[in-house]
């Protein structure tokens, strides 16, 4: 078996990132981890870790840790590729390439229709002579890197999107208008993430490695409460973004972004009230389940409503101040109450 060693990037010749700095060398196990994700979003098909395992037995080392893959690779559970994920999987830029053709095709599209508000993979794919997989992949793993649409339709796999929305924001616009290469974009960001020492993603390391970031090795929402929701099979509901806000979530708290945590936590809370036959979060926590409504739970939702959601409504609404402090795990760590929450919710849906 494979001495597993750390994911590296190419050498750099000076402090400035060129496009070479964009492959990023991966052990052997990676590869195989990276190519079987991939193989699973082709069959449509929701990735989960347990089956990369059952599919790679023998194969790779049982020390292995997807969680401890660099994470400008995968999110933290290592069941989602990234773009610079797919370059280091092919070893070359080509699929940047792929990237350049579908944004600019995308861009044929509104600039002959200005006012199109839908766009469909297929259409783009067809535009672009990109295969219809690979656009839709590439329309999600490009959104770090711009704002190339509002909001997505997703396919049976949960990742890869079948229809984009463009909104009447300028900026989605001006993203297209002024689009050269998906290169700059990456550049860009990785210079501010180093500039700035923003944990936009982790060094390839063991969670003990990671300085400061004890959330690393634990979720938000484990796993186990997220497997209850997937498989949750209601007709009053769609609940692939609820899944879905529990995935970034867990991918964000892992990271140490609190910001987006607390953002995260209250669109949840803000998601799941019709659920409960309500309008809004005060009455969940206030009036579901009448006088006869478990006290407990109550309290739990109390919690969630009085502490968690005006911690996030501070961090979304505060303006630029003279000086700040920054959200640590402590001040976010809702785990427990929002388990119980989540609880109720896969309860009523059986």
Partial sequence: MENETKSKRAPVKSNKKTYSDLVYRITKSEKLWLNELVTILKENRRVDYREIWSRLEGKISEKFLPKAMDFHLVNA?????????????????????????????????????????????????????????????????????????????????????????????????????????????????????????????????????????????????????????????????????????????????????????????????????????????????SNYGGPNASKSFKKNMSHLNNSFKQIAHAHLHTAMREKEVLPNETQVNFKQDMDVLLCEIIRLSK
């Fill in 77 to 285: 559970t290592g069941e989602q590729i990234t773009l610079l994920g797919m370059v280091a999987l092919q070893g070359n830029l080509k699929f940047l390439r792929l990237c350049d053709k579908v944004i600019k095709a995308t861009w044929q599209i509104i600039k002959a229709e200005p006012k199109i508000q839908t766009i469909a993979t297929s259409a783009i794919s067809e535009k672009s002579g990109v295969a219809s997989f690979e656009t839709g992949l590439i329309l999600n793993v490009i959104y770090l890197y711009g704002r190339f649409w509002g909001r997505a339709d997703y396919n049976e796999n949960g990742f890869t999107i079948k229809a984009i929305h463009i909104t009447t924001e300028e900026s989605i616009f001006y993203q297209y208008k002024r689009f050269t290469k998906i290169e700059d974009g990456i550049i860009e960001l990785l210079e501010r993430e180093k500039k700035d020492k923003v944990f936009l993603s982790t060094p390839t390391a063991s969670p003990k490695q990671v300085p400061n970031n004890s959330a690393l090795n634990n979720y938000f929402v484990e796993d186990s409460r997220l497997d209850e929701l997937r498989s949750i099979n209601d007709p009053r509901f769609d609940f692939k973004k609820l899944i879905r806000l529990c995935e970034e979530i867990n991918d964000n708290y892992c990271r140490g972004n609190y910001y987006s945590t607390a953002m995260i936590g209250r669109a949840i809370l803000d998601h799941v009230p019709p659920i409960f036959k309500l309008k809004s979060f005060d009455q969940v926590a």
